[in-house]
């Protein structure tokens, strides 16, 4: 079973659609987690961190449910500029580990 | 602020040439480096990190090796390049909570 899990996609969704992603973790020790954006061709570009009481930034809302460990991602008013590959990383936070699992991230695509 | 470099942008090497990308942060110090490859359509690998000067974590046993002589440099090297390690290869920096890439390296070994 793979660390962090995402659904490949893609999710085609039309211009103003709310959409939603979820990623599943496996390790319970990972204590950090991440939305990363990622365009094609490009670098990952960090979306937003998640805290435990979840957190929102405009049309975005990150969501950590750790008794049944999975993170989620809502878009609302989707724009064509969101379509992108969307990953999920865990980063765990045990002695000695520096290292990010990283998913192999949800396609989205915004249609007009 | 912060800001990571890689260089070179693209780069078509033969089968068997060597390899050196580089990778410099500028803007904080004592940062946690990492090399990562991306296949086409595929997930990211972590290959190497770096949490101090001379101080390298292979994770892929490969014919990569990774060195880093200063402390906001990283570089990623082959003494012979295969087919399987063409690639999109990303450097990143953390100092111990978010994780920040560099424009990458896209690796076309022919």
């Known amino acids: 079973r793979k660390e962090v899990e995402q659904d490949p996609g893609p999710f085609n969704v039309p211009e103003g659609a709310t959409v939603a992603f979820n990623c599943t973790y496996s390790n319970s020790a990972s204590q950090s987690f991440f939305w990363y954006r990622q365009d094609c061709r490009k670098e990952p570009k960090l979306l937003m961190s998640?805290?435990?009481s979840g957190n929102e930034d405009g049309r975005f809302t990150a969501q950590l449910n750790r008794a049944s460990q999975y993170i989620s991602l809502l878009i609302r008013d989707s724009k064509l500029s969101d379509s992108a590959t969307y990953l999920c990383v865990a980063r765990p936070n045990y002695s000695g580990t520096y290292k990010y699992i990283f998913g192999t991230g949800t396609r989205l695509k915004v249609l007009a | 602020s912060q800001t990571i470099h890689q260089w070179p942008a693209t780069l078509v090497q033969p089968v068997g040439s060597p390899l050196s990308l580089e990778c410099t942060v500028e803007?904080?110090?004592?940062?946690?480096l990492y090399w990562y490859r991306q296949a086409a359509g595929r997930g990211l690998q972590l290959l190497f990190y770096?949490?101090?000067?001379?101080?390298i974590s292979s994770e892929v046993p490969q014919n990569l090796s990774a060195s880093r002589p200063q402390d906001r440099q990283f570089i990623l090297s082959s003494k012979k390049l295969l087919l399987s390690d063409s690639g999109f290869y990303l450097c990143a920096w953390s100092l111990g909570y978010e994780q920040f890439f560099g424009p990458g390296t896209r690796l076309t070994v022919l």
């Open positions: 998640v805290y435990s």
């Open positions: 803007g904080t110090s004592n940062p946690n």
């Open positions: 770096s949490v101090g000067i001379g101080q």
